[in-house]
């Protein structure tokens, strides 16, 4: 999930370019989707609502735990924030492709631009981490399946496979 190789994508993993165009100081924690204000944020994969939080920087966020049986990693989360607001509470199942969440720009970290800031780590990463912070940060790139599609069958062989956050285009 880079900028230049997915047109949904306005900031990647450990990039120093930020949504606004301008360079952070430190590689970026997650991968910015961009949107607008209300647009629907999806569950990336079946899992639980871990917690719904709000910081000064990172906004409203959802925090969702995932299982993958057989595969080497078994648990991992995924965090969506700078959301409008969520449709979820802590406890809740959600499956792929459930809306979660109004996508926004809450937080100091959104810099007044509308997209879902989307982490994946190995721990309850809640809110995210500050960027430089990739401590228990996974890249989500090599777990993309890209674009939800109702229709397709997503299937785990010995990895977790992740689906876009946001409606693409024509969905």
């Known amino acids: 999930m880079s ?21 952070r100081r430190h590689g970026h924690s997650g991968v910015d989707f961009k949107g607008d204000d209300g647009d629907p944020v999806l569950a990336a994969a079946y899992g639980h609502v871990e917690a719904v939080r709000t910081n000064e920087v ?3 966020c959802v925090l969702l735990k995932h299982e993958c049986r057989g595969c080497a990693m078994e648990t991992f989360f995924t965090s969506y924030c700078h959301l409008q607001r969520s449709l979820v509470t802590a406890g809740q199942l959600v499956v792929r492709g459930q809306q979660i969440a109004e996508l926004g720009h809450s937080g100091r970290g959104a810099v007044g631009v509308s997209h879902v800031h989307f982490s994946m780590c190995t721990y309850a990463c ?12 996974l890249d989500p790139a090599p777990y993309d399946a890209g674009c939800f599609i109702h229709s397709k069958v997503y299937a785990v062989i010995d990895r977790p496979v992740l689906t876009h956050p946001i409606r693409c285009s024509g969905d």
């Open 58 to 60: 990172a906004g409203t």
């Open 126 to 137: 809640a809110t995210g981490t500050g960027d430089g912070d990739l401590h228990g940060m």
């Open 3 to 23: 900028a230049c190789g997915d047109s949904h994508v306005v900031s990647g993993f450990d990039s120093p370019m930020g949504v606004n165009g301008q360079f």
